[in-house]
């Protein structure tokens, strides 16, 4: 731990309602813990918001909440996922990440000790990606009410000049593009909820994707046609989201998509399909044919992308559905899910 | 009503975890409920984030959740508030509030007819405020892990240009502006979740603050110093507030200040000080001596400021501290609440 926590742990060692309540112990949180913890220029006027410099070009805008169940697991916490989480989905824009806002719902009884720990992450991380966070908010719910913590990021980027990416511009032929073997943020999550322990030490993938997609774009510009990360429902749902967002084909290869020897046997040993298993460091990049090759080689130069395949392609036929050639020779549609496989995933 | 509810309430009247597992149906709450309701052409895209045209200017940045209990009470729900609340937390940056993120944390179990109507509701603030819904997500939790529904909402909006709001220009000698009769959103919420039945029937006084700041703002320009909402604790909570952070001190007239006669019996029944009870359409005004009659006419002159007055002034003595002049010529000490009043009523 890089920094000491300002609070006295000893006098108020969990959050109480009245830290919610908009008085002094409010007021406190912000000054003593939020401020000098995630302290940039924009927090410190201590504003109702945060007042941002002209960015001078199209905005990406994104939001998201987390309630991982529990918000510590293997490879990181909910602070990393509220970071990278939203840095991802502007990332998957075409957008530098720049500005955060942090909102978070805490349960009566929290331990101010993890809120600190939840913190120094947000920060960490945040500063790895270059983003600041600008402005924020704290609500504080009964015990009974709330399930520990709960975050929302809601994030500002920039979109690099000549990128347009959009799922409307897949087309027939596109090659399908990811950066990892897939699956591992789901059962790290899974391994420490049921209690399991796998040998191995499933680990979270959780991981800011700006860098690889940065080179990506810079090198592959409107020919990367669609970019999407393969989060809740895994890269399953996020082909079957893209297909029936373009009206086009999807066929990828069994054989050509990444996973961990460990994550598959942990996913044969509950019955989960890998394909449908939640990412957090992982994405799906669409791209024109001619550059696939290329840009997979660009993307192989990256740490992120060390393990990076072409898993498939975009048909004229079938619009709409996803198809898989199997190991065996075979092929059979992969729909969405239809109900719930790992619930509190993120 | 001006909306049918598009999902057949008969097939699945509740939310369940499978409505935020991200497949099928997740996308149909998205499809068939979030995007007809929401509509606008940046919804539209099904994108993992909004792509917003370059804004060409300054921007204010802020986010709020919301967790009031219950989410239905007299005068709106908790989408009013989800509106009101990051409209109005631009409006008091000086700025024209433009885009907003909405994400949900529902429970399981929640009524897909209330979320229904508090989407409705969102649209039609949202319209009337002139800002779009332009991204968005939904987690659901376990029931018992959550309390219906919990909001957040996230907002950009564009500084005006000539003006310059930020506590830091507080200075000794200016007026203090409140736009009408404080505590009726707190007594709203409270006579509802205590099973009171007050004759005269409180009201919430949620509203967009946005048209009346604009007027201020166009008149004022640079003459206004500070605006600040007096929601969560209240008119004392935030001139204590800006008094700190600008490091002046405050003193008001209790004689001046405005509060509905049965709201101020409800407070004396319940042993509340209306000055701590949460607004949600109130807002304070900092601005020099010079223009305060002037700008208070004008406020006069809108629905939201019709009963406006002039409520105190900023001081060099005692920095940081608010004193309050009582009808009976004395002269306290406001401080900000220390314990909690009323948990949850935004």
């Not at 919610?20 to 302290?39: C, N, S, V, W, Y």
């Not at 990811?178 to 959780?206: K, Q, Y």
Request: net charge negative.
């Amino acid at each position: 731990m890089r920094f000491q926590c300002p609070i006295p742990i000893q006098e108020y060692d969990t959050v109480t309602l009245a830290h919610g309540g908009g008085g002094k112990l409010t007021q406190r949180l912000i000054r003593d813990l939020f401020a000098p913890t995630l302290e940039n220029p924009f927090l410190s006027e201590l504003h109702d918001g945060a007042l941002l410099p002209a960015p001078g070009g199209r905005l990406a805008f994104s939001t998201d909440s987390f309630v991982v169940s529990p918000p510590f697991f293997p490879g990181g916490n909910i602070g990393d996922l509220a970071v990278h989480g939203t840095v991802n989905d502007l990332a998957m824009c075409g957008a530098r990440p720049l500005y955060l806002s942090l909102s978070m719902i805490l349960e009566e009884g929290f331990r101010l000790k993890d809120l600190w720990e939840i913190l120094v992450t947000i920060r960490e991380r945040a500063e790895e990606a270059g983003v600041q966070v600008v402005t924020g908010d704290t609500k504080v719910v009964e015990r009974g009410k709330g399930d520990g913590i709960f975050l929302n990021t809601t994030g500002i980027g920039i979109i690099l000049d000549d990128v347009d990416i959009r799922p409307s511009r897949i087309r027939p032929g596109d090659r399908i593009l990811l950066n990892g073997p897939i699956a591992e943020h789901g059962m790290a999550i899974l391994s420490i909820r049921e209690g399991l322990s796998f040998e191995s030490g499933l680990e979270s993938d959780t991981a800011n994707l700006w860098p690889l997609v940065q080179k990506l774009l810079e090198a592959g510009g409107r020919d990367v046609h669609a970019l999407r990360d393969a989060t809740r429902g895994g890269v399953a749902s996020a082909l079957n989201e893209l297909a029936q967002a373009s009206g086009t084909g999807v066929v990828i290869q069994e054989a050509s998509i990444p996973v961990r020897e460990d994550v598959r046997g942990a996913c044969e040993i509950l019955g989960l399909d890998p394909l449908f298993v939640a990412n957090e460091g992982r994405f799906l990049a669409f791209v024109a044919p001619e550059r696939a090759e290329e840009l997979l080689a660009l993307m192989r130069t990256h740490p992120l992308g060390s393990e990076a395949r072409i898993i498939g392609e975009v048909v004229e036929d079938h619009p709409g559905v996803v198809r898989m050639e199997t190991w065996l020779g075979g092929s059979r549609v992969v729909d969405m899910l239809s109900g719930e496989q790992l619930p509190r995933i993120c």
